[in-house]
C-alpha cells in the first residue's frame, strides 16, 4: 500500500498514514479530516463505520471481507461477519439495510 490515496469524500490526494490503534491502521485526509482504518483481517479493504437501519447500532464492517468489528477499534477480535449480523438482528444481510457513516477527526 502507497503512503497517500485519493479521499473517497473529496476526491483529494490527501489520505496519508496517521499512526495505528492496535492491528488498525488508521489514515486521514488532510484536505476534509475524513477518517478510515486499513482492514486487518483481509489487508484488503477499508473499515466502514456504520449503523443498522432498524436499531442504530453502531459497527465497523470490512468493505472487503464484510468481517464486523465493535465500534471500539481496542478489541482486536472480529465481533461477526455482516451477513450473520443482520440475519441475527431480523434484516435480510445486503449492504443497504447497514448505513454508512463518514467519520472525521474532528
Request: aromatic share 10%; net charge negative.
Amino acid at each position: 500500500m502507497t503512503d497517500s490515496l485519493t479521499c473517497e469524500y473529496c476526491n483529494a490526494l490527501s489520505n496519508t498514514r496517521d499512526g495505528s490503534l492496535g492491528i488498525f491502521e488508521r489514515w486521514v485526509c488532510s484536505s476534509c479530516g475524513a477518517l478510515r482504518y486499513w482492514g486487518p483481517c483481509c489487508n484488503q479493504g477499508w473499515l466502514v463505520r456504520g449503523r443498522l437501519s432498524n436499531t442504530g447500532e453502531e459497527r465497523y464492517v470490512c468493505e472487503e471481507c464484510d468481517t464486523v468489528f465493535a465500534v471500539e477499534l481496542e478489541s482486536v477480535k472480529p465481533v461477526t461477519n455482516l451477513r450473520e449480523w443482520l440475519l441475527t438482528e431480523g434484516l435480510e444481510p445486503l449492504w443497504t439495510n447497514f448505513e454508512q457513516l463518514k467519520e472525521t477527526t474532528a
